[in-house]
């Protein structure tokens, strides 16, 4: 097993039979190649260009030059980030899609909790800040693409649920990627909740802050909770949680199969 492994397995709880819980103020940083940049990863798997975790850049400081060859999404804790579209701010998700390629650079300095789907390639000789890149050449084969989708979180339309207390944001739909999954805020009210949602597929979820229980235990923001497919679990609030989540299927209640938790129907 690797070091990687050992530490992520060191600092996580079981809260429930298949979910996970980790603790993000008890995971360490750890260094990320370029040097300015530190992570604390949940999921790293360098064959498939796996990650989920946290990322923070020093101020006055590169990602690197990289290209995603598959789905990359984050949401910016704190700080910014400025490529040759855009800049992503605090508050804001960044995706970028298939075939984006940019170097990044923050003034200020960034934090964000991210999630990348597939493999990430830098130049022969270069250096980036993902420790699970490839060397190899980068060849965008469509420039006039934006390499990110920016999205304000607080913006997003807030949609009731036909669970109690819940709220959801749609952030990401997965259109054009020919994944069927879901990146969404879910915010749950004090007292509100989900009982029973059967979880078809791999699910990660981010608590921003606030109390998340999870069949009663209590997992407290900044902290990753990843339910494995084919579980029923119950997630509900004492005094008001706001979380990330992305699913990779659907989510349906076992007492009432019309309800749907992450925006699937």
Known sequence: MSTVANLEAAHRNQVAPRVYAYDLEALPWRETPRGTAREKAVRRDNERGLFLGLITF??????GLHQHLGTASSYFLAGSLTDHQATTREGHVGINLRGATHDAVTYGGATLVS???GPVVIPDGGLAI???ADQGPVRNHHPETPPDITIEL???????????????RPLFDYAGTGDVRRMCCLTLWPGGGARAVRHSALTDLFVLSGDLRVDGVVVHGPSFVIVEPDTAVTISTQYGCSLLAWAEGPAV??????????GFN
């Open 130 to 132: 993902h420790p699970h």
């Open 115 to 117: 999630r990348l789907e």
């Open 253 to 262: 209640s076992e007492e009432d199969p019309g309800a749907e938790l992450y």
């Open 154 to 168: 607080e913006r997003t339309l807030a949609i009731g649920t036909r669970f109690a207390g819940v709220v959801r």
């Open 58 to 63: 020093d101020p006055m400081s590169r990602s």
